[in-house]
């Protein structure tokens, strides 16, 4: 069972294939588990690299929840491909995993090949106070009942039932491996990296110097992510923006074969050094006439 000792917590990982490397950053309500539709895909020509995040067995669960931050979760990925000697990567994330490959793309963008944030966003709406409330109950009851009471309704979520109807099969095995992980790891995962990290909002002014290829990518049911995706698409100079329809939050589980169509598009554009930024010929404040003809 690998695991590589980073910044004092030991972090389980898994290697399929050989290429160039592309590691996959896993959703809170999910772990390295949650991407086998992609390893299986991508590993026939990439070296796939998944893990599980601190808090998320069989990594180390540490026991306060100060241990868990999205600076511990970055800093986690980079000792990762320190530890791997990896120089650059392509970074897929999902959800929590989408905020951990934007910011690390923010933090670290010589490390990166291109990034993949996908369902990102969750906590950046109006109503903060609202989705505060919600993590702090959530928590309480992960650490204080389990996980096994919780995913009864974590799992059954406004974003989570178009999984159900799309892959009932596929919903349950993500069902069963929630209901089994650890609800210290989670409660303590959802105190420290949910509720404190930054919104997609007010990364912007650092957004707007991003220049790492960038894929965004989000259902289209899954409503606290489509404003977040709009406002990523429209601040990153390099980013594009895909959205999928009739699907929820579990993108890459819900419609696999899409998902990673998109991914493998964007790799083969990067990789061939033709993905550029935006045209800043787009930009124009009219619909129809170009910046340099609008006198408005």
Known sequence: MPKALINGVNLYYEETGTGTPVVFVHEFA??????????????RRYRCITYNARGFPPSDVPESHTDYSQEHAVGDLLGLLDHLGLDQAHIVGFSMGGFCSLIFGLKHPQRALSLVVAGCGYG???DRSRYV??????????????????????????????????????????????????????GNTMLGVQKNR????????????????????????DEPCLEPGLLMKRTIPSAALVVMPKCGHAINLEAPDAFNGHLAEFFAQVDAGRWTLRNPQSLSKSSMLPPDQDHD
Do not use: C
């Open 198 to 221: 930054a919104t997609v909002p007010q990364l912007t002014g650092e957004m707007k110097k991003l220049t790492v290829p960038t894929l965004i990518m989000t259902g289209d049911e």
């Open 124 to 126: 950046s709406d109006a």
């Open 133 to 186: 409330r919600d993590v702090e109950e959530i928590a309480a009851k992960m650490i204080g009942e389990g996980m096994e009471v919780v995913a009864k309704f974590y799992a059954r979520g406004p974003t989570r039932v178009q999984f159900i109807d799309t892959d009932p099969r596929g919903w349950r095995e993500f069902y069963d491996q929630l209901s089994a992980s650890s609800g210290l790891g989670h």
């Open 30 to 43: 999910g772990d390295y588990r949650s991407w086998e539709p992609q390893v299986r895909y991508f590993s």
